[in-house]
């Protein structure tokens, strides 16, 4: 059975019809003019006159309820963090003026965004990515942007709380820890890693080429013995050194606000030898059996900064490479503000007892076996010097 044509198709055939009685001027017959401007009439006074009616703009079948009805791998697969992290970050965000405003379009769910900008922090940045939220969540591609800016903008806001300097409690109580693996006095651990690049800067591109031959961002990192990131500095390009970068955090150029007496950080080869960076011994040095003893306890002290920079990377995936082109000063900003986003989420997941660890982390790295202490032999470099004997009488 034919159907009937629509208003839209009736609407056609009368303009059509009223197109062709114009065109060959009939003053015989004027009936099909007066029911085309009759019906456009009515048409226009149904249209721009009555009220509009609502619709819904989502389906209601993406909702929090169908989140929590995931099952535990998938969830987790999708969104990088177990449901209770969810709900607790929601509701840290949720009641953010952001999410909310004074027209008739009301926004999305903030837990839906929430989900989305997680989403999208998690993935590398491919179009499959891009493509499968869009899918998942109903949203167009100016959504997704739109969607993640809002959330990287209110947790960027949590920094000062959620990614700070350990209080006087929290640097007893890694210096507690350390003191039992023969470095007392260690309140954390630094190193440098960098956030590759997709596409060559435009402005100064050359600047961000880095050692693997990447172009990147330099991201200096500081965590305490819980694997909690407690200082950081990320913008420089990836052809600084870490030691550079370091050099120029507050940390570094300010360290009597930061240390007290005795307290220093651990670090790689690369960094100086100081009152506060105790890196480990390289070049000459090592021709000293104690000094490799040293740094093979000190290794393994350090290895949980590598675990931290390793668990931020998996779990929030876009680290290992960012789509955005930095094209502009304003570019700079966001990439940046997208970096430290993942590193106070990264906190924040820690502080919620998150299950992400467990999963993701590494075995430790084979590491040279101790040399046995052949010789007395000292070097007198600062508090390295006087931190080796002790260290190495712990595990004498």
Known sequence: MRQPPSQHQQLHQAANSAAMIMLFDSENDDSELEEFYSYCRSKLQKQYLNARGTTTR?????????????????????????????LNLLQLIESHPIFYNSSRNQQRDPSVQLAV????????????????????FRVGYGKINLYTTRVTKVIY????RLASWPTTEEQLESSQVMQEEGFP???GFVDGTTIPLSQKPPIDGNHYFD????????????????KKFKSYLAGYPGSCHDCYVFSNMHLA???????????????????P??????????????????????????????????????????????????????RNHHKMKAAIKWIISCVVLHNLLADLKDQ?????????????????????????????????????????
Request: a negative charge; glycine letters at 6%.
């Open 58 to 86: 989502f389906h209601p079948r993406y909702d929090l309820s169908i989140m929590q009805g995931l099952s535990e791998s998938c969830f987790l697969q999708l969104f990088q963090m177990a449901w209770p992290c969810f």
């Open 211 to 226: 050692h693997k031959k990447r172009y990147s961002i330099s991201l200096t990192l500081v965590c305490d013995v819980n």
């Open 185 to 187: 006095g260690c309140v």
């Open 157 to 160: 806001q949590m920094r000062s």
């Open 273 to 326: 030898s100081n009152q506060y960076t105790i890196p480990a011994y390289k070049g000459a040095d090592l021709l000293i059996p104690e000094n490799v003893d040293f740094n093979y306890h000190l290794v393994q002290s350090r290895v949980r900064i590598e675990h931290a920079i390793g668990i931020l990377k998996g779990q929030f995936a876009s680290l290992r490479e960012m789509r955005s082109q930095i």
């Open 117 to 136: 900008a997680i989403c999208c922090l998690g993935s590398n940045g491919n179009g499959a990515a891009v493509f499968q939220l869009k899918n998942l």
């Open 253 to 271: 150029q300010q360290p009597g606000q930061f240390f007290n007496q005795n307290q220093f950080l651990l670090a790689d080869s690369a960094y």
């Open 356 to 396: 992400w660890n467990k999963l993701y982390e590494e075995e430790e790295p084979e590491l040279a076996p101790p040399v046995g202490q052949e010789n007395d032999n000292t070097s007198n470099d600062g508090l390295r010097g006087v931190l080796r004997p002790i260290t190495l009488a712990h595990f004498a």
